[in-house]
């Protein structure tokens, strides 16, 4: 286990500890001393738990997931896309646990190892604004990610009509569609999260404000990603469906046109003794044009009601 002290302040008390893939039993240890619920605690260890926010006496814990920029485009799952942060703090403590180093945690590290300022009523605001920023920073990872499906949707929406493989195309955009709802989920339980948090002074109350709004922001574009993709694989089931239809239409065309013939056929496909063509010369062609006028008939009451028709 890794525990970095990234602020440690005594004007007035205040650290920031960063711990890293923390054994339960080590984890225990830093509990016991901050006053950590044990069933918080049990919650943070969990690599795939979703979103939470709540608050046990003084101290407040939310988890939030961001997602992994090395994840692979052919993953779909929650542990696989997103990486979890769970976050304890109170007034003069803030202690965040991971299970793996993320970019988005360590460049907030960076900016913020410096001592916070001075004085009770600048002091007030620091926990917020820096708390307010990770987790901006968490939902911004969501942007990338999201960008690029929404590029992959527009690609699949441009060969709709085209001669593509059916089978395949179906197969990628529900692989998008798993993965948009995977993120759309994740950032609904962050939503959640980030409306139950209380402004701790007024003037923290707009970036309260602007943290909501970039997250419903953020939702609403997975959101409006879902309907697309969900639009998109409704349009590819039609088209393939269509396209059963019109083979089948061709084949009952192709059948109701030789059902009288075959009918015909099969009444001189009979041994009688006496068929009334035998003695004259021009029996059978009679009998053919007469198959013919039957096919014609069909197809011109097939054209009358327009079933011929693409």
Request: proline share 6%; net charge negative; hydrophobic share 45%.
């Amino acid at each position: 286990m890794t525990i970095r002290t990234i602020i440690n302040s005594n004007d007035p008390p205040f650290i920031w500890l960063d711990v890293v893939n923390p054994p339960k039993e080590e984890l225990a240890n830093v509990a016991r001393q901050y006053g950590l619920h044990s069933t918080s605690v049990e919650d943070s260890l969990d690599p795939e738990h979703l979103p939470k926010y709540e608050r046990i006496g003084v101290v407040t814990f939310i988890i939030i997931r961001a997602f992994d920029e090395a994840a692979t485009r052919d993953c779909s799952t929650v542990q696989e896309m997103t990486r979890k942060v769970a976050i304890f703090f109170s007034n003069d403590f803030l202690i965040t646990i991971h299970r793996t180093e993320q970019p988005f945690l360590t460049a907030l590290v960076g900016k913020y190892q410096s001592p916070p300022p001075a004085g009770a009523e600048r002091r007030k605001s620091f926990l917020p604004r820096l708390l307010i920023e990770m987790i901006n920073d968490a939902i911004d990872t969501y942007g990338k990610p999201l960008a690029e499906a929404e590029s992959a949707i527009d690609k699949f929406e441009a060969t709709v009509f085209g001669e593509h493989e059916l089978g395949d195309v179906l197969q990628r955009v529900y692989t998008e569609k798993r993965r948009v709802t995977q993120m759309r989920r994740m950032l609904s339980h962050t939503l959640d999260v980030v409306q139950r948090l209380v402004p701790a002074s007024e003037p923290t109350a707009p970036l309260f404000q602007d943290l909501r709004e970039n997250a419903e922001s953020m939702y609403s574009y997975a959101e409006e990603l879902v309907e697309d993709v969900n639009s998109l694989l409704g349009i590819q089931l039609a088209l393939a469906q269509h396209r059963t239809s019109e083979v089948v239409r061709v084949l009952t065309v192709f059948s109701v046109f030789f059902l009288p013939l075959t009918f015909i056929v099969g009444i001189y496909g009979m041994n009688f003794d006496y068929m009334p063509e035998l003695r004259h010369r021009w029996g059978y062609p009679a009998v053919l044009v007469g198959m013919g006028l039957v096919t014609l008939a069909i197809l011109l009451w097939f054209r009358r009601r327009g079933w011929l028709r693409g």
